[in-house]
Structure formats: C-alpha cells, structure tokens
C-alpha cells in the first residue's frame, strides 16, 4: 500500500472516530431524555390512577346511597355476614361481574340476601351508617 492511501485511511480513521463520539455522545444524551420522559409519565400515570380511583369511589358512594333510599339494599346493621369467593352473577351495589378472584360479602335482606364485592361492601356499610345518621336526625 502507497503513504498516500495509508494517509487517506488514517485521516477516515480519525473523522470516523470523531463521528462515533458524537454519536455516542447524542445517543447518551437522548438515553437521559428518555429517563426523565419515563419518570414523568410515570408520576402522570399515578395521578391519573389515582384521578379514577377517587371518581370511581366517589360515583360508588352515590350508587349505593341511591340504593339505600330506593330500599334495593338494606340499610339497617346486620348480626351475620358471610364472605367467600364469587361464584358469578353481579355485584347488587355496582352491578359489576362477581367473579372468582374477588371476594363477595353476603348479605341478608328480608328473606333473601344481596350479595357484594368485599370494597362495595365497605362502601355500602360506610353509606348505610350515613343514611341511618341522616335519617335519625331529620
């Protein structure tokens, strides 16, 4: 090989390099761009969670304080409850799916019984105790 041809391969060499760094530096600096886009989604993400939770639980407690006063669930304290896994059918507070993975709280109403998620049942006693307040002193 001539000095000309090992020069010109010398200088690629050198230009090449100095493209490699400032590839790298580029792609060090996005890397750390998509770092803290990631962590701001995520906080968004949770906010949001969070957001939907509150509505959900919210529109929860006026579905079943609704229920309480249309009499479609008891509204007095109960001496028994059962809870075991859900065996299908729908939750009597939300109208949701019971399915198996949840459990379902029975409780007796009359002579039959409501049945609800173990969280509409929180609500549910939550709400109950209200209306018999709210009841009481009107």
Not at 94 to 115: E, I, N, S
């Amino acid at each position: 090989m001539d000095a000309a041809n090992v020069q010109r391969l010398a200088k690629d060499a050198v230009r090449l390099r100095a493209q490699s760094v400032a590839i790298c530096s580029s792609c060090n600096g996005s890397i750390v761009l998509s770092h803290q886009l990631r962590g701001q989604h995520r906080v968004l993400s949770q906010e949001i969670a969070k957001h939907r939770a509150a509505s959900h639980l919210n529109k929860l407690h006026r579905l079943i304080a609704g229920r309480l006063r249309s009499g479609r669930l008891p509204s007095d304290s109960v001496a028994v409850v059962s809870g075991a896994p859900a065996a299908g059918g729908s939750c009597d507070a939300c109208d949701q799916p019971l399915t198996a993975p949840r459990l379902v709280m029975t409780v007796p109403m009359g002579d039959a019984f409501v049945r609800l998620h173990a969280d509409c049942f929180m609500v549910w006693n939550e709400e109950r105790r209200n209306h018999d307040g709210r009841a009481r002193s009107a």
